[in-house]
């Protein structure tokens, strides 16, 4: 019995491959191609490990999953069962995460643009903090305030100085002044939290390293005018959990404590807004070739309309009819979309034989798929939620039409 890509849910064993506890076949029999798998256990087990190393180093470690990683409902609901916290950018979002009972001292909102319909919920509904990215921000989210009688909390994403980013506030004097200023006239606002997300698919210790130091640089900073907050959030950024060791994690975590030991600061509450590290392993779409063409191309039957390089998953490719057959052959893997810019992976290793009507399982695809995913005219897939031998079908678009959120 052998691990596939990484994942201990998804098991090859003579030739059968194992989903959870459902053979393959069994799927096969049952479903067409494209297919999308989640795997409920995995999104347990990511937010567990997650949860328990953070724990170790950090006293009131908190966690807020970003539901644009993956906003369908039964994934977002598993999520919420574990006592994560939801960081949502939108008002469909917002409304996703009270609908689905995350309860509001456990939702931060926040994006660059805030409308008014946004602010006005979050404080109707008192979530624990509003992230501006912008100073003028406050004025309307004081004056919202004001209307509801709510003393809203605050948190100021600053700019990660990741090359040119242009997401988050760079303090400088005048900006400080703004700030100060801001603070004193609006009595509905109070300032708890700072963000700094540098990235995401961090693969390296070295770039969390740049965030905490940039962050501790802008605390340091505004401590020198008596601004000061309760918590750091980190953002997100991290890999799948296939992709990235439990002990690096640990290492990050350490990174962290110790970046705060060497500053003059108390270390403040730490907490991360985490999305493809919970959910980015649990998903995997089935699907099947479609053509062979000359040089070792083949096509599948998903492509970039569903299966998006802007997601940025560590796409894994294995051929499921011929599993056990070596898989250190180049070849190149097109999508459906009829255009040539549509490849999923150029000379990756994968079996001799290509053969029309072989299943290709493609893994590490339960974040932002969906997110990315556009309208190109195709019907949307199937998506089935497995949980030991049990198959939950969690999307239908003969019935469900599509993923928009209301
Ligand atoms: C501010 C912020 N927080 C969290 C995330 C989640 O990132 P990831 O899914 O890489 O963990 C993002 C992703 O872009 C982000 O911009």
Redesign the pocket.
Same mark, same amino acid.
């Given at each position: 019995m052998k691990n596939i890509s990484g994942n201990p849910y998804l098991i090859r064993n003579n030739g059968e491959v194992l989903i959870d506890s459902i053979p393959l076949d069994k799927i096969i029999e049952k479903y067409e191609t494209p297919l999308l798998i989640f795997l409920e256990k995995r999104i347990r087990d990511n937010i567990r490990t997650f949860i328990n190393i953070f724990n170790e180093e950090f006293e009131n470690f908190q966690c807020f999953f970003?539901l644009k990683?993956n906003y369908l409902p039964e994934i977002c609901r598993i999520v919420c069962s574990e006592g994560i916290g939801a960081?949502a950018v939108s008002l469909p979002e917002l409304k996703l995460a009270l609908k689905l009972g995350f309860s509001p001292d456990k939702i931060i909102v926040g994006s660059p643009y805030l409308p008014s319909a946004l602010i006005e919920l979050s404080i109707k509904n008192k979530v624990r903090e509003i992230i501006i990215y912008s100073i003028k921000d406050l004025k309307k989210i004081n004056i919202i305030a004001q209307k509801f009688n709510h003393v809203q909390n605050i948190c100021i994403r600053v700019n990660s100085q990741k090359y040119d980013s242009k997401l988050g506030i760079k303090f400088d004097e005048n900006k400080i002044k703004l700030l100060e200023k801001s603070i004193s006239t609006y009595e509905n606002i109070k300032i708890t939290s700072i963000?700094s997300?540098f990235g995401?698919q961090m693969n390296n210790i070295e770039q969390f390293e740049k965030n905490i130091k940039s962050l501790i640089l802008n605390l340091e900073l505004l401590l020198k005018h008596d601004i000061f907050f309760e918590n750091v959030n980190l /953002?997100?950024?991290?890999p799948e959990a296939t992709v990235m060791a439990q002990n690096q994690l640990k290492k990050i975590a350490e990174m962290i404590k110790i970046s705060f030991k060497k500053s003059n600061l108390k270390c403040p509450k730490i907490c991360f807004?985490? /999305?493809?590290?919970f959910v980015g392993d649990s998903g995997l779409f089935l699907s099947k070739i479609v053509k062979v063409s000359d040089d070792r191309w083949i096509f599948i039957d998903i492509g970039n309309h569903i299966c998006p390089k802007f997601a940025r998953c560590s796409l894994r490719f294995y051929n499921a009819t011929q599993i056990d057959e070596p898989h250190k052959y180049k070849t190149s893997i097109a999508g459906i979309v009829p255009t040539d810019q549509d490849v999923l992976a150029k000379n990756y290793f994968f079996t001799q034989d290509l053969r029309e009507e072989d299943n290709v399982i493609v893994t590490n695809t339960g974040?932002y798929c969906l997110t990315f995913s556009n309208r190109f005219p195709y019907p949307l897939p199937i998506i089935i939620l497995i949980n030991g031998d049990k198959i939950k079908k969690i999307f239908d678009p003969n019935f469900d039409k599509d993923f928009s959120l209301n």
């Open positions: 970003s990683a960081k963000l997300h995401t /953002g997100g950024g991290f807004e985490p /999305g493809r590290y974040a």
